[in-house]
């Protein structure tokens, strides 16, 4: 099952959920674009407000009310899986990620199925610009020959004794950014939402490191083609100018409003 955990409140881009310069609110071109992977049974909006909830259901979707009190969208996804006992295998997508791929999601999930070992999956791809391997803001990851993760972290890993540009050129590639797209094993699931912070987890930021600090596995898989969340109004904008290119006639869209 696909859970995406959508909260109302957000700091940099206010109410973005319901934003709808493309005639759509960004939560239903989310949900429209997680219902096109093979493998889950279904998409599940776990929401903390009424105006989500109305909306989910008002273009058709599927809705529940989950705590206001749950303290990050894992919370909310654990919280669904509570309700659903008969359901192996959950899916993470972020509610402002609204070109996520089937692909990609179709992906974290076979991982799960096909190693019984692992808890927990999550995806990456290739970092070759040295600003962005650099910028706090991207979270880097590194894992071994078997696709396991080692670690996460917003620091440059793993750290050049001596920085050399064809690093960022190399076959095979030499950094790797996380992209936040999860799958969980519903008992394992159950687990991580009670577990408290781990001493990583908080100095990094990172909630995914209290499954490494736990001993458990996470797999990670490669994306030639990621996409990333909607955090700002350069971000909404620049997706709301690409989908009008994509939707208009002429195949040119016009500026949008941000009013």
């Given at each position: 099952m696909i859970v995406i955990p959508a909260r109302l409140a957000s700091t940099r881009l206010p109410r973005k959920l319901l934003l709808r310069e493309t005639g759509k609110t960004l939560i239903q071109h989310t949900y429209e674009a997680a219902s096109k992977a093979a493998r889950p049974s279904g998409v599940i909006v776990a929401t903390d407000h009424e105006e989500i909830f109305r909306e989910v259901e008002l273009f058709g979707g599927r809705a529940v009310m989950t705590s206001p009190e749950c303290a990050s969208g894992t919370d909310r996804v654990a919280e669904v899986a509570r309700q659903l006992p008969d359901v192996n295998l959950f899916?993470?997508?972020?509610?402002?990620?609204?070109?996520?791929?089937?692909?990609?999601?179709?992906?974290?999930?076979?991982?799960?199925?096909?190693?019984?070992?692992?808890?927990?999956?999550?995806?990456?791809?290739?970092?070759?610009?040295?600003?962005?391997?650099?910028?706090?803001?991207?979270?880097?990851?590194?894992?071994?020959?078997?696709?396991?993760?080692?670690?996460?972290?917003?620091?440059?890993?793993?750290?050049?004794?001596?920085?050399?540009?064809?690093?960022?050129?190399?076959?095979?590639?030499?950094?790797?950014q996380h992209v936040g797209l999860y799958a969980y094993r519903r008992e394992f699931l159950l687990q991580l939402a009670d577990m408290p912070p781990s001493q990583m987890e908080k100095i990094e930021k990172l909630e995914?490191?209290?499954?490494?600090?736990?001993?458990?596995?996470?797999?990670?898989?490669?994306?030639?083609?990621?996409?990333?969340?909607?955090d700002t109004p350069d971000d909404y904008r620049k997706f709301v100018e690409k989908w009008q290119t994509r939707n208009s006639p002429s195949g040119v869209g016009n500026s949008p409003s941000m009013e």
């Open positions: 899916v993470n997508v972020q509610g402002d990620e609204p070109e996520i791929s089937g692909e990609s999601i179709d992906l974290v999930a076979r991982m799960l199925e096909e190693n019984p070992q692992a808890v927990m999956s999550t995806l990456a791809t290739t970092l070759r610009g040295r600003e962005q391997f650099e910028d706090p803001a991207c979270v880097k990851v590194v894992f071994d020959r078997r696709g396991r993760a080692m670690y996460f972290s917003r620091s440059p890993i793993p750290h050049p004794r001596q920085w050399d540009d064809a690093l960022l050129t190399a076959t095979p590639p030499s950094f790797f995914q490191l209290r499954v490494l600090e736990a001993g458990r596995e996470i797999l990670v898989g490669v994306v030639n083609d990621p996409t990333f969340g909607i």
